[in-house]
Structures are given as structure tokens and as C-alpha cells.
Nanobody, 126 residues
């Protein structure tokens, strides 16, 4: 069992930056690939970024590539999402998720992830 708690969301102007954090409970954090997803009102939850269990691989949605960076600190059981050059279309609730998927690969489907946080709101004003 893994519990995930996101933090760091808020209101920011377009062009600004935010860093989201996701703290995980449990002693097996380093065995999980971690992902960030987001969901805007009236839209389906979508993949944003993922990092492998070993931190050797990362993958980004096309819409955020070059602006967002995912990282993890296995000693702190925490995964981060640094978001730069934010746009109004980045406004959404952001969720972190854990995928019991060892090795140096990541997955992008919502259904692949086993545990989810409660989400943190990110609002980007124009």
C-alpha cells in the first residue's frame, strides 16, 4: 500500500513557475515508477510526465515537453514536477500516481497506475 500526498499547487500568472511535490508513504517507493497527470474541468484525466523506478528514464506529454521537468528523490520518498513557462491551458488539478513497474521504463495510461494522490489545484491566469 502506498499513500501519496501532493503539494505546491496555487495561482500563478502566465509565464510563471511552480514546483509540485508528491510525498509517498511506505518503504517500497523506489520500486514504483511515478507519474503526474492532470484533469481540467469537463475533460478526461491526461498524462503529463513520468519517471522510472530507477530514475533512469523520463517521458513527457508533447504539450509540456521542454517546460516541465519530473524528478524524484528516493531517499525522501518524493517526486517533483517543476513547471516553467506556465500557460493558461495548464490550469487543472494535478495528480501524482504510483505504478508498480520496475526497471527503466514508464507507462502513460491512467489504468496502469495503482495508487493516486488527492490532487492539487494549479491555476494559471492570463
Amino acid at each position: 500500500q502506498v499513500q501519496l500526498v501532493e503539494s505546491g499547487g496555487g495561482l500563478v500568472q502566465a509565464g510563471g513557475s511552480l514546483r509540485l511535490s508528491c510525498a509517498a508513504s511506505g518503504r517500497t517507493f523506489s520500486s514504483y515508477a511515478m507519474g503526474w497527470f492532470r484533469q481540467a474541468p469537463g475533460k478526461e484525466r491526461e498524462f503529463v510526465a513520468a519517471i522510472s523506478a530507477s530514475a533512469g528514464s523520463t517521458y513527457y506529454a508533447h504539450s509540456v515537453k521542454g517546460r516541465f521537468t519530473i524528478s524524484r528523490d528516493n531517499a525522501k520518498n518524493t517526486v517533483y514536477l517543476q513547471m516553467n513557462t506556465l500557460k493558461p491551458e495548464d490550469t487543472a488539478v494535478y495528480y501524482c500516481a504510483a505504478d508498480w513497474f520496475k526497471g527503466d521504463a514508464v507507462r502513460t495510461r491512467v489504468s496502469s497506475y495503482d495508487y493516486w494522490g488527492q490532487g492539487t489545484q494549479v491555476t494559471v491566469s492570463s
